[in-house]
């Protein structure tokens, strides 16, 4: 069975700090990498792709992805009130037939206080 | 933008009723999921489809089927509805890996919530 693991939290991070989710994931072979945002009551919302050893940034957001180690990070800088969330990461598997499909973690619940 | 459409944000239904959720991309994604998501549980992966009349069973697929004629539109069937089926029912597409040269990240609807009574 393929797994990815979060950490569920509450994870708790006071305004204009930088909040950091973590992931790990089990299947080696696994090539790419995302992170969803999901606010309550709403559907996930991509909003980071990772598939190279290292670091992306977008905006305030940055994902790590470490293959050797089987992890995968995301840091907010600057957390706003409006970046509490959970969030989820995913990872790439290979289903059968052909399809490819993603492995989801439970996601971590951040909460930005004020 | 990736649009994909449920056709419904709530629904009510009482217990042994038939339901259908449809759900339309305007992608031209060849992959297409059936997800429920629920507190503690996470998302639960019901049926996939990777082409026009093909489709798979995921981890939960008891109690469901599916149905993909066209290629942007794939329908989840509840033929008989029970209360353990109330839940957040979630849609998403995908581009083809081969297509893409690498794993391709899904996109979601904007979710159903069925309540079964």
């Known amino acids: 069975q393929k797994e990815v693991e979060q950490n569920s939290g509450p994870l708790s991070v006071p305004e204009g700090a930088i909040a950091s989710l973590n992931c790990t994931y089990s299947?080696?072979?696994?090539?790419?990498f995302f992170w969803y945002r999901q606010y309550s009551g709403k559907s996930p919302e991509l909003i980071m792709s990772?598939?190279?050893?290292g670091d992306k940034e977008d905006g305030r957001f940055t994902a790590q992805l470490n293959k050797a180690s089987q992890y995968v990070s995301l840091l907010i800088r600057d957390s706003q009130p409006s970046d509490s969330a959970t969030y989820l990461c995913?990872?790439?598997?290979?289903?059968?037939?052909?399809?490819?499909?993603?492995?989801f973690g439970k996601g971590t619940h951040l909460i930005i206080q004020p | 933008d990736v649009k994909v459409t449920q056709s419904s944000r709530y629904l009510v239904k009482r217990t042994g009723e038939k339901v259908f959720l449809e759900c339309v991309q305007d992608?031209?994604?060849?992959?297409m999921f059936w997800y429920r998501q629920d507190p503690g549980l996470g998302l639960r992966l019901i049926y996939f489809?990777?082409?026009?009349?093909?489709?798979e069973k995921g981890d939960i697929p008891e109690g469901y089927s599916v149905s993909r004629e066209k290629k942007e539109r794939f329908s989840l069937i509840l033929e008989s509805t029970s209360t353990n089926q109330t839940s957040m029912y979630l849609c998403?597409?995908?581009?083809?890996?081969?297509?893409?040269?690498?794993?391709?990240?899904?996109?979601f609807g904007d979710g159903t919530r069925l309540s079964i009574l």
């Open positions: 998403a597409s995908s581009n083809s890996r081969r297509r893409a040269d690498r794993g391709q990240p899904q996109h």
């Open positions: 299947d080696r072979v696994s090539q790419s």
């Open positions: 990772i598939y190279s050893n």
């Open positions: 995913a990872v790439n598997i290979e289903s059968g037939g052909g399809a490819d499909g993603l492995t």
């Open positions: 992608m031209d994604h060849e992959n």
């Open positions: 489809s990777y082409d026009v009349k093909m489709k």
